[in-house]
Every structure is written in C-alpha cells, then in structure tokens.
C-alpha cells in the first residue's frame, strides 16, 4: 500500500516569493495535516484538513493556507516568503476520528534565499 | 513549560544495552499517546501507540501514567539499528486533533 507522498522533495524561492507544496494521503484516509520543522525547533502543527473542510490551525502567520480537493490530496501554500519559513515541511494522514494515528510524508524541504 | 517535554540526550549505549526514554505532558485532556522515530532528515515513523495498560512490541515497551501524566518507552537489546531520535508525542484529540511532540530524545547506540 502506498504512503502518504509529498512534491517536491526539495524548493528553493527567494524572499518574497510564494511556495506551494503538495500531499496524497494514504488512500482511504480522508485527514491531511500539515507540520513544520525548522531547523533545531521540534515539529510545530501547522493545518489540518477533513472532507475538504480546514478544521484547525496552528499558530502561524495567514500567508500559511491551504486547501483539501475531493480526492482528498491538499495543497500547502505559503505567500511572502521569509527566510525563516525554511523548513522541512511534513505531511500526514490519518481516518476520520480525531486522535487517530498520523502517518508522515517524506516531506518538502522548503529553503528561501 | 512545554507542551511536552523530553530529555533531549543524547543517550549513548552499548549493543544490548537497555535504555529507557520518558516524557511528560502538561495537557490532562490529551486523549491520544505515541512515540515515532525519525531519523536523521527523514520523516517520522510510527513507532508504537501508548495506552494506559501499558503495550509491548517486541523489544519496546511503553507506559502510561495518566494520573502523573507521564509516557516512557523502554528499549531492551539495543541494536545499531536503533539509533534515532525518539519523539513523545500526545493528541488532545476532538476539535483540536493536532500533534503535539516534544524534542525529542537522540539515541546513539556504539558496537
């Protein structure tokens, strides 16, 4: 069964230009959750979408969106890039209920200039 | 005080050795308990959920102490294999249902 996949595997933007990172969840697993991990700092949560709906967001600036298709693939947008916004940033699904488990992506690891 | 907190190591043991890892969480409503690996640039992997009766897979065992609101996870037999970094991580579950992980505990296992 295939994982959870991430695209690109690696983005370098300048400041000031806008990312955009993608993810496919495990089939069947209608949750998308995205994570950030920046250099030296654990993982901070950043999103979380079910049924095409955001149902939470971390504690990040709103040029971090995104968005949940019908087949349940999301995107991660990231608008005026800042040199701190380079990270690696995790995907991960899960079932339905809350609390489930989350399973990661390889990740996209973002580097601004 | 963090969310959830960790010894960050790093725990340096010989093969075979055991070694034990524990966590506390500040949270009461957390709902949901896990301890992932992640190696080095890479993802984190599953490493086994926690619940409060306590669960054994293979060579690792984890604990759940609600009422002190404390995790561990026991390694017994270390292998190479082992070396990684060691996140406690909890879910308040319901509206929330975010991660939330600690820094996690480096594991150097020698020959």
């Known amino acids: 069964e295939a994982g959870v996949t991430q695209s690109p595997t690696h983005l370098i933007k300048t400041r000031g230009q806008q990312a955009t990172l993608r993810c496919s969840p495990i089939s069947g697993h209608t949750s998308v959750y995205w994570y950030q991990q920046a250099l030296g700092l654990g993982l901070q949560f950043l999103l979380w979408y079910d049924e095409g709906e955001e149902r939470n967001r971390g504690n990040f600036p709103p040029r971090f969106s995104g968005r949940q298709f019908p087949n349940y693939s999301s995107e991660l947008n990231v608008n005026a890039l800042e040199l701190e916004d380079s990270a690696l940033y995790l995907c991960?699904?899960?079932?339905?209920?809350?609390?489930?488990?989350?399973?990661f992506g390889p990740g996209t690891r973002l580097t601004v200039l | 005080r963090k969310e959830v907190e960790q010894d960050p190591g790093p725990f340096n043991v010989p093969e075979g050795a055991t070694v034990a890892f524990n966590c506390t969480y500040s949270n009461s409503a957390s709902q949901s308990f896990f301890w992932y690996r992640q190696d080095c640039r890479k993802e984190p992997k599953l490493l086994m959920s926690v619940y409060s009766s306590g669960n054994e897979d293979g060579r690792f065992t984890a604990q759940l102490n609600r009422a002190s609101q404390y995790i561990s996870l026991l390694i017994r037999d270390s292998k190479l294999s082992d070396s990684a970094t060691y996140l406690c991580?909890?879910?308040?579950?319901?509206?929330?249902?975010?991660?939330?992980f600690g820094t996690g505990t480096l594991l150097a296992v020698q020959p």
């Open positions: 991960a699904s899960s079932l339905a209920p809350a609390g489930a488990v989350q399973f």
């Open positions: 991580v909890v879910n308040v579950g319901g509206a929330t249902n975010k991660l939330i």
